[in-house]
C-alpha cells in the first residue's frame, strides 16, 4: 500500500466531501482504540474543525486512559480540535432499569452491549445537529463487509465511512505513518461494549490477520472442506459471521406493491 498517497486521499476526500455538502466539520467518538485514532486524525488533517467525544459506559480505565491521551495528542498536533465528555453510564443504567427483568441476566448482555452502542450513536448526533457537523464512521473493510463486527443503529449509525475500504492491517500502517501514540498501537483491538478487557479476537474467535486472509480465500470461492485444521476453522468463523451479519451490509429490504394492487 502506497500508506502517506492513501492517506493524502482520505483527507481529501473528507474535505471535499464536507465541503461539498456544506459542512461545518466532524465529530467521532474516540473509545482509545486504533481506528478512532486514525479516522480522527485524518479529520483533523483536514483542516476542518473536529469535535471528539469521549462516552463511556462502565469503561475500562486503560480504556479511558488512552482516548483521553489521544484527544490530548490531536488538540496538540492539529488546530480546530475540541473535546466534550459524555458520561452515560447513569443513563445506561436508567435505561437498563427501565426495562423488564429477565430470569438469567447473562441472555442479555449482547443486547446490553448494543445499547450502549446505540446511546453513543444516539450522542454523536446531538452534537452533530447542534454543530452542523458530519458523524464520522471508525469501521473498517473486515468489520463492515467481512464479518459484519459493529452494531446496527450503534457504530453503524453514521454520516461517512473513511476507512472502510481499508483492512485493519492497513489501518495500522497508516497508525504508524500518522504517528499515533504507541499504547494504542500496540493494545489488543476492543469494541469497547462490555465494561471489561474482552477483545475482538476474543468474541471472535480469530485475529484480524486471520479474518483478512478468509475474507480473501471466500472471494476466490475457498470453501472451508478444500482446507484442514486453523485454516479451515477460521475460514469456517468468517464464513458464519458473514453470513449471520449479511443483514447489516445490504439495504434494509423494501416490500414493493405491484402496480395493479395499486
Given at each position: 500500500m502506497k500508506t502517506e498517497k492513501v492517506t493524502d486521499h482520505i483527507v481529501q476526500w473528507l474535505k471535499?466531501?464536507?465541503?461539498?455538502?456544506?459542512?461545518?466539520?466532524?465529530?467521532?467518538g474516540i473509545s482509545?482504540?486504533?481506528?478512532?485514532?486514525?479516522?480522527?486524525?485524518?479529520?483533523?488533517?483536514?483542516?476542518?474543525?473536529?469535535?471528539?467525544?469521549e462516552m463511556p459506559i462502565h469503561q475500562a480505565e486503560n480504556?479511558?486512559?488512552?482516548?483521553?491521551?489521544h484527544i490530548e495528542w490531536l488538540k496538540e498536533h492539529y488546530d480546530g480540535v475540541s473535546m466534550e465528555s459524555?458520561?452515560?453510564t447513569p443513563v445506561f443504567d436508567s435505561l437498563v432499569n427501565a426495562f423488564p427483568g429477565v430470569e438469567k441476566e447473562e441472555d442479555r448482555f449482547m443486547t446490553l452491549a448494543n445499547t450502549r452502542a446505540r446511546l453513543r450513536m444516539t450522542t454523536l448526533y446531538y452534537?452533530?445537529?447542534?454543530?452542523?457537523?458530519?458523524?464520522?464512521?471508525?469501521?473498517?473493510k473486515v468489520e463492515d463487509f467481512g464479518v459484519g463486527f459493529y452494531t446496527k443503529y450503534g457504530d453503524g449509525?453514521?454520516?461517512?465511512?473513511?476507512?472502510?475500504?481499508?483492512?485493519?492491517?492497513?489501518?495500522?500502517?497508516?497508525?504508524?505513518?500518522?504517528?499515533?501514540?504507541?499504547?494504542?498501537?500496540?493494545?489488543?483491538p476492543t469494541d469497547g461494549l462490555w465494561g471489561d478487557n474482552r477483545t475482538d479476537e476474543d468474541q471472535i474467535g480469530a485475529t484480524y490477520p486471520e479474518l483478512e486472509w478468509a475474507?480473501?480465500?471466500?472471494?476466490?470461492?475457498?470453501?472451508?472442506?478444500?482446507?484442514?485444521?486453523r485454516p479451515r476453522e477460521v475460514l469456517e468463523i468468517y464464513r458464519r459471521l458473514n453470513r449471520a451479519n449479511k443483514h447489516k451490509m445490504v439495504p434494509i429490504p423494501v416490500c414493493e406493491i405491484p402496480a395493479e394492487l395499486k
Open positions: 471535499d466531501y464536507a465541503l461539498n455538502a456544506n459542512i461545518n466539520g466532524f465529530v467521532i482509545g482504540g486504533i481506528d478512532s485514532a486514525v479516522t480522527s486524525t485524518l479529520c483533523a488533517r483536514t483542516g476542518l474543525p473536529l469535535l471528539c467525544l480504556q479511558v486512559t488512552r482516548a483521553l491521551k459524555v458520561n452515560l452534537f452533530a445537529a447542534l454543530r452542523g457537523y458530519l458523524v464520522a464512521g471508525t469501521g473498517n449509525g453514521v454520516d461517512l465511512s473513511p476507512i472502510a475500504d481499508l483492512l485493519k492491517t492497513e489501518v495500522y500502517e497508516i497508525a504508524e505513518h500518522l504517528g499515533i501514540i504507541e499504547e494504542i498501537r500496540t493494545a489488543a475474507m480473501k480465500m471466500d472471494e476466490e470461492g475457498k470453501k472451508p472442506e478444500d482446507l484442514e485444521g
